[in-house]
């Protein structure tokens, strides 16, 4: 028996043909997908294709996958055409890019259907909404099934064991229905903007929605269930330690290339107990920039379309639940949330570190990029990034760290807007 799907509203896709998914990124295949891009081009598969070390196939969860197709130093792959359509599409084009960018969770209650943002065609809203593309979406689920024939019971047996804090287990019914009046404003302000280009009402947004999440959380969260290591963190200076999470998250997320080790957050913590006096810089195309650089400036409020880009990442991850539990490395329902929370504030500092380095350099807008292209490359970033952090579950525990600081939240909002 085939889940129920879930379907997201007012969220739409059409490939956009930018070749952008086609560039850079190494695509896994099947050992069906080879001999299909053999048979289509056995000369450009025999020198694009490489194996899948034991290694690879594990770390990355990719058990079905037995090769990649590694792309060019140009960073294209050998089946893009010079007009950025793929020379395979009709005949051979292997699972992975036939699936991206839709999504698949399995959840108790059906199957979440997903966008990854990582997609031009996503990041612009382009296209049909997927409610009106249910042939399609089955034909997509069919695909994803074929390429995880396992991953619907691994899912359900471990939402299971999913967490509300590190150590107490959460009821997946009492969650859903928490969620739900959260996901219909975040689909009003959606419809909103796509119907008249306004942010409407407008101070509602996802920003402020996340917040109230996390206090409605906190509020019912005895403090004799927090990790007690993260209650022995929370006796330090708490906006010295504000900085020592924010720095590594920042490097984890946008610093090229990014760092390999997940458990970015946890060292930087066990940092300051050992060296609590240093000062911390964000190091940005040879400039130190200083929190106190931060505090002195102010950028513009986000424009309605900036912030629609930022309320569909924040709906679509917490409508298809990839922010905590299976699939999101099983972080506690809470750390996922003010983990979500903080990937948000990190779009608007990178947004006011870039202002900072701009005025420096004495660059105008008009030679550079706009704004809101800087803020689609850093939205793309995060979540390509996203799906290859894995948080160890000490350092998902951390984010903990916000439930004993009330204030933490908001010292962060003003640190970054
Ligand atoms: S096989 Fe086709 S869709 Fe996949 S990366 Fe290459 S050009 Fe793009």
């Known amino acids: 028996m085939q889940s129920q799907l879930h379907i997201p509203r007012g969220i739409r896709f059409q490939c956009t043909a930018c070749g952008h998914c086609c560039h850079e990124y190494p695509v896994p295949l099947t050992d069906d997908d080879v001999r299909r891009l053999e048979e289509a ?13 034991a290694g690879e196939r594990a770390q990355s969860g990719l058990a079905a996958f037995t090769r990649s197709l590694d792309k060019h130093q140009s960073g294209n792959c050998s089946f893009l055409t010079e007009d950025k359509k ?36 996503v990041l612009f809203n382009s296209g049909e909404r997927l409610s009106e593309q249910h042939p399609q979406l089955i034909e997509m689920r069919d695909v994803f099934n074929a390429m995880y024939p396992n991953l619907a019971r691994t899912n359900l047996e471990r939402w299971g064991e ?6 107490s287990a959460l009821d997946y019914e009492d969650f859903s ?6 996901l219909t404003r975040l689909e009003a302000l959606i419809e909103s903007y796509a119907a008249s280009g306004k942010q409407s009402p407008p101070r509602d947004n996802a920003q402020v929605i996340l917040s109230e999440m996390a206090d409605v959380l906190c509020d019912s969260l005895p403090p004799s269930m927090l990790n007690p290591m993260v209650k022995l963190f929370g006796k330090l200076n ?8 924010l720095m590594p998250l920042y490097r984890a997320y946008f610093a090229s290339p990014p760092p390999v080790d997940e458990e970015q957050i946890g060292i930087a913590v066990q940092t300051y107990l050992q060296n609590e006096d240093r000062d911390l810089y964000f190091i940005v195309a040879d400039r130190k920039i200083s929190f106190a650089d931060l505090a002195a400036t102010v950028i513009e409020s986000l424009t309605a379309q900036e912030q629609d880009l930022i309320n569909r990442f924040v709906y679509m991850r917490l409508f298809t639940r990839l922010f905590f539990g299976p699939g999101f490395s099983m972080m506690p329902l809470l750390s996922g949330l003010f983990h979500l929370s903080v990937l948000v504030m990190l779009l608007h500092l990178d947004l006011k570190i870039d202002a900072i380095r701009q005025s420096a350099a004495g660059e105008s807008d008009a030679l550079s990029q706009t704004r809101f292209d800087k803020l689609v490359a850093r939205v793309r970033d995060i979540d ?34």
């Open 41 to 53: 081009d056995g000369e450009a598969c025999r020198t694009s294709v490489s194996a899948l070390t």
């Open 86 to 121: 793929c020379r395979v599409h009709d005949t051979a084009k292997p699972s992975m890019c036939r699936l991206f960018p839709y999504t698949f969770l399995h959840c108790p209650d059906g199957l979440k259907v997903g966008l990854s943002f990582a997609s031009t065609g």
């Open 162 to 167: 999913s967490e509300f804090v590190g150590g």
């Open 177 to 182: 229905k928490f969620c739900r009046p959260y």
């Open 238 to 245: 708490p906006v010295k330690l504000d900085q020592y999470i």
């Open 384 to 417: 390509r990034r996203l799906t290859a952090v894995v948080y160890s579950r000490d350092a998902g525990s951390m984010f903990e760290l916000f439930a004993l600081d009330p204030l933490r939240l908001r010292r962060f909002l003003l640190m970054t807007n």
